[in-house]
């Protein structure tokens, strides 16, 4: 999709809105909400229009429940199960990511007489840890000390050209959820700010401590009570990719902490500064400075990391609905696919995951890729659909992983929160979405038989944000099925 056609349909988005919240249902659909979540709706002001649902029985034991189900919706996170169950089927699920150092000279007395080289293809999940226990490997090889430069190998991912960045109003671009897929990513650019109140004064720790990032600590102590309440300390951030500064304020009591995560600075500075940082931590050095560039075909590998396996990529991503890793995995997909026709990542990916589904027999009504993890105003998919991709799931050889994958009702992930003290606690594995004016829940339930059901909702309108409680009566109600009294529809 072009970054025009992109624009444009952003600057249509709450003229859509409003068509969604206008258009009538179909007479088959009409009267078929439960009582409770049709007053719960009405509570949240959010019309019967502006609400998709799609129930599918998936061990034959009743019949389908489709309300508005055709309509494309803006999926907000949900759109990650067709990114992650796609990528189980087409990449495997013993899909690694592989990281490299290299030397490009001979090592002599601890000495590496040329380049240091850093090498990834678009890892998702290369923590700082792993980035650590490389550099311990190196160590282990003999290296003190580099002579030459540190050099930087991006992974082999397309990105397109002039991409916006997510624009939803007051998005602070240093939350971890809005960090950019890039070839050099390491740690999701994340950096782990922690405040403590010492005495009659504050101290602030960054981690990592990367030298670009300057600290202004302006944040006041105040005396000390039985119970810490909630912290009040904001911070803001000062960020040109190359160098950034986080100015603190507010107060702290005395004894009490608070930490955040928050992310700066480019892919070529965070994952440079921290090879370097780390090094010399171990008590190494590198002469040289930090520059991009390739492996040359004689250098030797000096240490290796390999990922997760893709399942466990995939827990992460749906468990805690990260935007970031949904879409180094979506690039990945379009890599690993990747035909002369396209122009980058992202379109190689969209042609397979729309080809993988038509071998399903699934003809998506309005599905809209834009970059695969639910964090776009552009894409689109009807409840239905999403439905029957689950239902598909169900009878896929890695059910059983792609299910586990979802957030477990009020016990873990995204729902942690959610339907605790109800017959459905444990019993749904859903994941949620959220953006303005969208919420959502897609997953795989079970009724009070212990039946599962793939069941699907959204909500596009302005009151969205209110209608978590009729979103969770949807799960209830399922779960309060039986075969002999189910009102739906085919």
Known sequence: MSSFFKSTFRSLIPALALALAAAPLSAEDVGKLPAKVSSALAAARVPASAFSLAVIPLEGQGMSQFINADQAFNPASTMKLVTTYA?????????????????????????LHGDLVFDTDGDPKLTMDRVWVMLRELRANGVREIKGDLVLKPGDLLLPLGAAPFDDDGNDPSRPFL????????????????????????????????????????????????????????????????????TLTGALHEGCSTQRYLSALNAQTYTGSLVRTLWQEMGGQIRGETRLGEVPPKARRLATSLSPDLVSVVRDINKYSNNTMARQLFLTIGRENRSADDVDDFQAANRTIMSWLADKNIEPNGLVLDNGSGLS???RMSAR??????????????????????????????????????????????????????????????????????????????????????????????????????????
């Open 87 to 111: 990528a189980l089927e087409i990449l495997g699920p013993t899909y690694q990511w592989r990281a490299g150092l290299y030397g490009t000279g001979p090592v002599r007395d601890g000495v």
């Open 179 to 246: 960090v950019e897929p890039d070839p050099l990513l390491t740690n999701l650019k994340l950096f782990t700010l922690s405040t403590f109140a010492e005495g009659d004064k504050t101290r602030v720790h960054l981690d990592p401590a990367l030298p670009e990032v300057k600290l202004d600590n302006q944040v006041k102590t105040l005396p000390a009570v039985k119970s810490c309440p909630w912290p009040n300390v904001a911070y803001s951030v000062k960020d040109n990719g190359r160098q950034a500064q986080v």
């Open 377 to 379: 105003r552009i894409e």
């Open 385 to 490: 659909d999403m439905a029957q991709l689950l239902e598909q799931a169900w009878k896929s050889p890695y059910a059983a992983e792609f299910i586990a994958s979802m957030p477990l009702a009020a016990m873990d992930g995204t729902m942690r929160k959610r339907l605790r003290n109800t017959p459905v606690a444990g019993q749904a594995h859903i994941k949620t979405g959220a953006l303005n004016s969208v919420r959502a829940i897609a997953g795989i339930t079970r009724d009070a038989n212990g039946q599962s059901w793939a069941v699907t909702a959204f909500v596009n309108h302005a009151t969205a944000g209110a209608s978590r409680e009729a979103l969770d009566l949807v799960l209830q109600d399922v779960h309060r099925r039986a075969p002999t009294d189910i009102a739906a529809s085919q």
